[in-house]
Structures are given as structure tokens and as C-alpha cells.
């Protein structure tokens, strides 16, 4: 036999197709420079606990004595650790049976699945029914999942907000399904254009493609918006007209930095909307540990909510969840954490709300700082970040940039990039792995540098933008004026 | 009329379609066709036919039934089946519920779940230096306490510093690389190489969210069709039947050989190759668990070459399922590495494509709600390599707790530190009950009317072969199951006792099997045997011929 299985040109074209530029070449990149010694500066993921972030107290004294039991028969336990946390990861190991070394339920333990749907009940101000809560490793686990279920082969299309989060581009592609995009109109504030979207689905019904499901990213990733009641009313109307399941991804729920548009969950509107269109649109939404002021990452927790999906479909979703046994078990006790902490009056209440809050307002000034600093450079221009973790300024680049980067055989601004990398360590994500119009050019960085380091980094990028617009400058306009 | 009008409308935007001016700026695949990225300029487009448009497709998609409905479910989902925790399971539930709300409502006061490999939830109890060790990773603040000395050991307090230090930032809470943390790949390589005597690099270990994520990354490389196949034994652990379902290849059965003990024939595999090729069927990978899953044999050595020559031979990639490393109970038998069964042959990186599955789940360890393991993928090219990495990363990567508990299987306790005879206790303690457990079982099996069960050499469980009189195989047919999903049915609710009937693994077309572990605590044992007895003679009373 010629050919291994294995072989580059014998795999799956699906996997080939797939991309995920925020682990691409960018990173790759910097991490051999952090190799060679460089200082990198890491700010193409989301991920707060790398760059310094102090984990919260409580979940962590909560989940370590969960691994270590015995020391809750140890009667120095107390020297350690506060009582209320004592008390908590007593109640969670009496979720389960075989503590945190047993499978869960493949839909995860029904006592945290409980303490879910409480959270989403106080949330939106409706009930919400636990078994129609499944807990998974981290969201993006949950989104394959009924990617998977939903996507029956190439004829079937998702409608995916660009710029998006390319994790939905790379599943949509390991499945074998088509992406269609809508854009979202950076003139107005990475608003979301109902016109604009009524043309998506339209011209991919031309091609033949059935469009089954929306996903919506609240607040924007990589974009930072924060959707109105209205948007969101004219969302679920445009879903239920089109007969699509719409797919709220919800993980930034908690990373608001404005107060005109606080978070509201589409679950919430659309049963404020009241029937038919409450009992009939279907909507799952994704929920993490990873975000919020929690940005346990490492832990990979998650959960999706469905509602309004008919039983014999979520025991379909079930059976597929079971092939996977369980989600992971210290990451549900997380999820628990995060959906129920210490209330008032707990001992450790105050440290909770001091660590959370503190967090929560270092983000709203970094997203400022930011936003500011990038509207400050020459040739840049950036939207506030409402919410999320991330800026996504507009970089206009020269003609001469543009054919710098033809020769060097790269995309503009994965060319203007890896030169932000070489010279000040920042290691940022380009545009074009989330999708922009053409020739419109972006980067995204997370807000989440530490604070006090936020000033000097802005000068650097600054540095590095102005010198770059002035090497590249050639007074014949730029790519978007 | 409508459909009439909504064609109309469509041929006029063909006709008007103007070139596009906005594109999907994606620097790989802007024309790849899942992208349907060209967008018509319809906004130019007179309003009258505008609305047209919106109402064609309004009108082409909307009615009774909602997008997401079992009918309109992915295909491969619908087709995937997963026994272990399927019908018998739910059944089990519902006992489980109603003993809750009415003790005393049913002939047994616990369901006994057999059903499953999960030793904690029956009991076992976890090691404690890997638990020490993940309590002060998940917290590290504990480090910088004096009270920490009194309450931790000293050599866990030492590992967990150390584990703390190979982290970025020594942050838990964060994303690692997609591979896993370096240092901790490290461990596991250094681990192996101790394991098979032949060198492993961290670079080729892919730490996962437990063994079946690893599973399925592979099945999706490989599979593109269902003209693609994987060789797979029957009986199999249905991870892998499920998964090559869920991505649309074709299962191609070895049958293992219950007469030899379970063995696995190289002219078997040679035939059913040859036979899938006749069906025009290009097959891909070999699966070969060992030990076995749910047969519980031990390859030998001699066997296992045997396979590698076959898998070289034909250009098949070995998928080697080896979570039962350390769950050997005879004493005759020894476990065996296919890399180390490779590299002694002298086959090297560049002549086989091996991927190895290890769990933080099984073993001595049972650390099942951890959702630990890695995969050792050797002998592919660069570029393939990349793939796997970019599939590793859609996800971000694998929970870090896992990681280390990876870690921490792959590199226990050696001889001089503190914690080496607390550990060895509770080691052997777990692998000499189990073997005590296995044996107790096989011979309760044995000795049952019409009952064979060949030993547990590893693993965690048994596959005793039924003889189902006549009448209990009528019976089944009229109650619709399989003829040992029945009797699995009615031994739940005689005893509470979980099993998975035989056909979800795959059996001899007419002979009969169920799978049980021997996981129930060793003090519970005598009451599975005698339920199991009791019900089983009672059962042949019932349908003897």
C-alpha cells in the first residue's frame, strides 16, 4: 500500500478546512519568541488567569477541599479554611456519590444542574427547568455538541455574526456544514442590521443552503457590543419567522463596562415577549466559567440552557453527551460556585464581593484605557468596549503596507501583526480570522494585561503603529479612509 | 402560485446579481464552499422585489415544524448508539428514584451499578497523595500557610510546588497549550520511556479531557466517508462503534475468538480486511484495546507483533487503547506497551503510525469524574501533526486538573519519600481486591447453569457467555429487546444489579453475553454473587426447554 492512512493528503478535508486563528500563527509565533527569551505579552486569548489575574478564594477553597475530603474529617481543617466553605463543599459532595473521582450523570450532577436553573430563574425572573440544563467542559464543548446534532451535511447552514469568534467558524467546518455570515456594521457600533441579516439568509437559500440556526455572540466577541431589548426583540422575531433555533452565546454575561446597556439574556426577552413566539422559538444558550470575574479557564466549565426544544431531540443531545461520560467534575463544582456564592452575611461574603468587584472595575478602566489608547494612534480607530474581553480596533493601512505584505506573502494584517510582535512582544490576533469586510483590516487584543502594566503597553503599541504608519505612508490614501 | 412567484423572484435576483462587494476577508479558504461568503448587492434591489425575496423565503422554510426537531437531526446522530448508558440505564434511574420516595418498594434496598467502570462511585477510595497534591494546585495559597505542614504531607506540599513552578505563572485557572502544560508532558514522557524502556517525546503527547476526546479527535482525522473504515474487535467497548457512527465511517468487525480466551487471530483480521476491501471499503486504523474491553484478556507479546506486522503491512494506522495498563490480575500476564512492542521490533518513528490512549480513569487510580489521559501519537508527518494540533485547539485545551492528575499516574511516589508506603498501601490494597473480586465473580458465573465466563487476565470487567434457553429468547422477541437486553432487564429488576447486555458491544450473531465489572466494594460482593444466582436459577426455572 502506497499511501499511509495518515498521510496529509488521506485526512479528512473537513479538519483541513477548519481554522482557529486565535491558537494560529500569531501564537505560534510568539511562543517561539518566549522561547528565544523574548518578553510576550499574550493578548490573543481570553484567558485572565495568564496574565495575572488572582483566582477568587472562596471557589478555590471550595473545589480543594472537594479533592481533598479527608481533610474535612482533620480537626485543624478549620486553621485553613472558613466554615461556610467547609459547609459548601460538604453540600457539593453530597451531590455525588464517588465525590470528585466518580462520572456524573452525563448531563452532570442534578444538584448543581438545580443550583443552575435557580441562578437562570433569579436572572431572568422566569423558571428554568434543570433538566433541560446540561453541564459540559467549558462552553465551546457545549456548542460542538449541538453544532454536531444540528448540521446534517454541507446543505445545512449556520448564521454566524463577522467578525466572529472563529470557534464557531472551525466547528461549523469540522462538521461539514456551510457558515453563512452576517456583518455586523462597525459604523454603528457593531450594531446588528435586521435588514442586513433577512439579505444573508436570502442569498444562501439562493445557493440551495437550508439556514437552520443563528448564533449571536452577547456582548460581542471579538466586536465588545452589548445588545439592546430592542435588537434582541427584532433577533427572536427574525428566528421565529425564519424557523431558525437560535444559539445564545451568553459566556460574557458578567464582563459589562457601561450602564446603558446592561447584559440581558435573550431567554429573558423572549419570554417577556409572551406567546406564541415564548412556547415556539427555539434557543439554546451557552453559559462558562471561563469569563465573568471567575476567568477560570483552566477548569473547563460550562452549561447550555434549551428551551423550547421537543423532549425526544434533548434525548438525542443526551445520548450524544453520554458517549462522553461525564463532563469533567471539579469543573461542575465551579459552575456551582459561580452560579450560587457566598450571599450576605457568610463569612466569607466580603472577601467575595471585594475580590469580584475588584476585578469587575480593574476591566472597565482597562477597557477604557484601552479604547482610548488605540483611538490615539495614528491610522487606528476603535469602538469602546461595552462588554467581552476584547478591543478590536480598525487598522487603516497604507497601500505601501498592503504591498509590503503581498510580497512577503502574508495577509495585511497578519503582516502588521507578527511586526507588532517582533517589535513589542504584544501578540495580538488579526482580523481576518474572524472575518471582515475586504479590505478592511483589524486586530483584537483582550483587555486583561494587568492594569498597572496597561499604560506602558499603550505606549508601546503606539510606538510601534506610529513608526509603522510613517515607514508605510505614502500620502495616496489608506485602506479605508 | 406562491412557489411559482418565489422562483420568479429568484431567477430575477440571478439575473440582477451584481459582482460582490463585500467578501468574508478569510486569508485561507475565501472560496472554500463552506463559505458561502459572495454576497448580492440585494439592497439595490427595487423594494417591491425586495419584499418578494423575504417573503419567498419566509415562505420556503416557515410551517409547522420548528428547525430543530428529532427528524431534522443529524443523521449520525440519530444512528449512534452508546449501551453503557443507554435503555438499562434509564431503567435504572427510575428504581433508583422510586427506592428513594418508597423504600422497601422494591425485592433489593441499592441499585448496584455494573453497568460502568466508575470505582468511586462504588466506593473505592481515591489515592491520597494525588488528591493531596490537586488540592494544593487548585489552591495554592494554601503553600504560603504553616498550618498547610500539619494538614498536607510533605512530599505532596514538594510536588505541587513543583507542578505550580512548570505552569505559566503558576496559574491553574488559565488555558494551557493546547498539547497540555509542557512540564507536565515532560513527566508523562519521562514516565513512559520508565514504562517501555524506549525514549518518548513530550512533543508527541496530546493531554485530554479523559481517554474518548483522544478517540474521537482520531476518528475525525480519519474518517471523510463512509467508505472509510476502522477495524474494530467484537466484542468492543462501544466508545468506538459511537464515535465512527457520529463521524460517518464504517465499522469494520474483527471478531475476537471466546474459545482461546478472547484471542485476537491475525488471520481474522486478515480476512475481514479483505472483505471490507471487496465491499470497496478503504480501511484506515486497527483498534486493538488491551486488555480488553469488555473481555478482560491480556495480548501476549508475540500476538502483539503479529498485529504490528499486519498494521505495517497494510498501511493501517494501530490505535492502541491501553487505559487498562495497570489493571492486570494474572499473575502470568504482563502488560506490554504496542510502542514498546514497536520500538523492539526495531519499527522507529518513521515506519508505523501509532497513537497510544491512557486515562487518569481507570487503573489503580479510578479518577473517572476527573476527565484526565493523553494520547501518545507517533510515527506521522509534521503537517498531519499540525492538524491534530489545530483540532486540539478548537477546544482551548484540556481541564488542568486532569493534566495533572495525568501527570501525577505517569510519576507516583517513589521509594524515600513520605508518602511511598501510604501510596503502595492503597495501591496494592485496590489491585489485590480487584483481583480477589474478579476471581469470586468468574467462578459465581461458572458456576451457573449454561453460564461460561473466561477469566478477568485485566481490566475491569467480565463477559460471561449465556446459553439462553429457547423460551427466554421467544419471550424477548415478543417484548421487542434483544435477547440479553431482556435478561439484563429482568435481572435489574429482580436484583438492582446493572449490567450491559452483550449486544451492545457485539457478539457472535446467537450467542449471548452480558458485561459486569468488578467494581462493587469487596464487602458487597457475596450479595451481588447470591442475587445473581438466585435470580439466574429462577430465570432458567422460568424458561428452561
Known sequence: MSRKALDYDQINENVKKAQYAVRGELYLRASELQKEGKKIIFTNVGNPHALGQKPLTFPRQVVALCQAPFLLDDPNVGLVFPADAIAKAKLYLSYTAGGLGAYSDSRGLPGIRKEVAEFIGRRDGYPSDPELIYLTDGASKGVMQILQTVIRGNGDGILVPVPQYPLYSAAISLFGGALVPYYLEETANWGLDINNLRQSVADARFKGITVRAMVIINPGNPTGQCLSVENLQQILRFCHQENLVLLGDEVYQQNVYQDERPFISSRKVLFDMGPPISKELQLISFHTVSKGFLGECGQRGGYFEMTNIPPQTVDEIYKVASISLSPNVPGQIFMGVMVSPPKPGDISYDRFIRESKGILESLRKRAHMMTDGFNSCKNVVCNFTEGAMYSFPQIKLPPKAIEAAKSAGKVPDVFYCLKLLEATGISTVPGSGFGQKEGVFHLRTTILPAEEDMPAIMASFKKFNDAFMDQYEDHRGYSRM | ?545
Not at chain 2, 465499522?251 to 476491501?277: H, N, P
Not at chain 2, 468468574?442 to 460471561?464: I, K, Q, W
Request: proline content about 6%; glycine content about 8%.
Open chain 2, 1 to 545: 402560485m406562491r412557489k411559482f412567484v418565489g422562483e420568479r423572484a429568484k431567477r430575477l435576483i440571478a439575473s440582477n446579481t451584481i459582482a460582490s462587494v463585500v467578501k468574508f476577508n478569510h486569508h485561507y479558504t475565501p472560496s472554500s464552499p463552506n463559505y458561502c461568503s459572495n454576497r448580492s448587492q440585494l439592497r439595490r434591489l427595487p423594494t417591491s422585489l425586495y419584499s418578494l425575496i423575504s417573503s419567498y423565503s419566509i415562505m420556503a422554510s416557515s410551517g409547522p415544524t420548528p428547525p430543530v426537531t428529532v427528524e431534522s437531526l443529524n443523521p449520525k446522530v440519530l444512528k449512534c448508539e452508546y449501551a453503557v448508558r443507554g435503555e438499562i440505564v434509564s431503567i435504572a434511574q427510575k428504581l433508583q428514584q422510586d427506592l428513594q420516595a418508597n423504600p422497601g418498594s422494591h425485592p433489593f434496598e441499592e441499585i448496584l451499578y455494573c453497568n460502568i467502570g466508575n470505582p468511586q462511585h462504588l466506593g473505592q477510595k481515591p489515592i491520597t497523595f494525588f488528591r493531596e497534591v490537586l488540592a494544593l494546585c487548585d489552591h495554592p495559597a494554601l503553600l504560603d500557610k504553616k498550618e498547610t505542614m500539619g494538614l498536607f504531607s510533605a512530599d505532596s506540599i514538594k510536588r505541587a510546588s513543583l507542578i505550580l513552578d512548570q505552569i505559566p505563572g503558576r496559574a491553574t485557572g488559565a488555558y494551557s497549550h493546547s498539547q497540555g502544560i509542557k512540564g507536565l508532558r515532560d513527566t508523562i514522557a519521562a514516565g513512559i520511556e520508565a514504562r517501555d524502556g524506549f525514549p518518548a517525546d513530550p512533543n508527541d503527547i496530546f493531554l485530554t479531557d479523559g481517554a474518548s476526546p483522544g478517540v474521537h479527535m482520531m476518528m475525525q482525522l480519519l474518517i471523510r466517508s463512509e467508505n472509510d473504515g476502522i477495524l474494530c474487535p467484537i466484542p468492543q467497548y462501544p466508545l468506538y462503534s459511537a464515535s465512527i457512527a457520529l463521524h460517518g465511517g464504517t465499522l469494520v468487525r474483527y471478531y475476537l475468538d471466546e474459545a482461546t480466551g478472547w484471542g485476537l487471530e491475525v488471520s481474522e483480521l486478515k480476512k475481514q480486511l479483505e472483505a471490507a476491501k471487496q465491499k470497496g471499503i478503504t480501511v484506515r486504523a486497527l483498534v486493538a484495546i488491551n486488555p480488553g474491553n469488555p473481555t478482560g484478556q491480556v495480548l501476549a507479546e508475540d500476538n502483539q507483533r503479529q498485529i504490528v506486522e499486519f498494521c505495517k503491512k497494510e498501511g493501517l494506522v494501530l490505535l492502541a487503547d491501553e487505559v487498562y495498563q495497570e489493571n492486570i490480575y494474572a499473575p502470568d500476564k504482563k502488560f506490554h506497551s504496542f510502542k514498546k512492542i514497536c520500538r523492539s521490533m526495531g519499527y522507529g518513528d518513521k515506519d508505523i503510525p501509532l497513537v497510544s490512549f491512557q486515562s487518569v480513569s481507570k487503573g489503580y487510580h479510578g479518577e473517572c469524574g476527573k476527565r484526565g489521559g493523553y494520547m501518545e501519537v507517533t510515527g506521522f508527518s509534521p503537517e498531519v501533526r499540525e492538524q491534530f494540533y489545530k483540532v486540539a485547539s478548537v477546544n482551548l485545551c484540556s481541564n488542568i486538573s486532569g493534566q495533572i492528575l495525568a501527570s501525577l499516574v505517569m510519576s507516583p511516589p517513589k521509594v524515600g519519600d513520605e508518602s511511598y508506603d501510604a501510596y503502595m498501601v492503597e495501591r496494592d490494597g485496590i489491585l489485590k481486591s480487584l483481583a480477589r473480586r474478579a476471581k469470586t465473580l468468574e467462578d459465581a458465573f461458572n458456576s451457573l447453569e449454561g453460564v461460561s465466563c473466561n477469566r478477568a487476565e485485566g481490566a475491569m470487567y467480565l463477559f460471561p457467555n449465556i446459553r439462553l434457553p429457547n423460551k427466554a429468547i421467544k419471550a424477548a422477541e415478543e417484548a421487542k429487546k434483544a435477547a440479553d437486553a431482556y435478561y439484563a432487564i429482568r435481572l435489574l429488576n429482580a436484583t438492582g444489579v446493572v449490567v450491559v447486555p452483550g449486544s451492545g458491544f457485539g457478539q457472535v450473531s446467537g450467542s449471548w453475553h452480558f458485561r459486569c465489572t468488578i467494581l462493587p466494594q469487596e464487602d458487597k460482593i457475596p450479595a451481588v454473587v447470591s442475587r445473581l444466582t438466585d435470580f439466574h436459577k429462577k430465570f432458567m426455572d422460568e424458561f428452561r426447554d
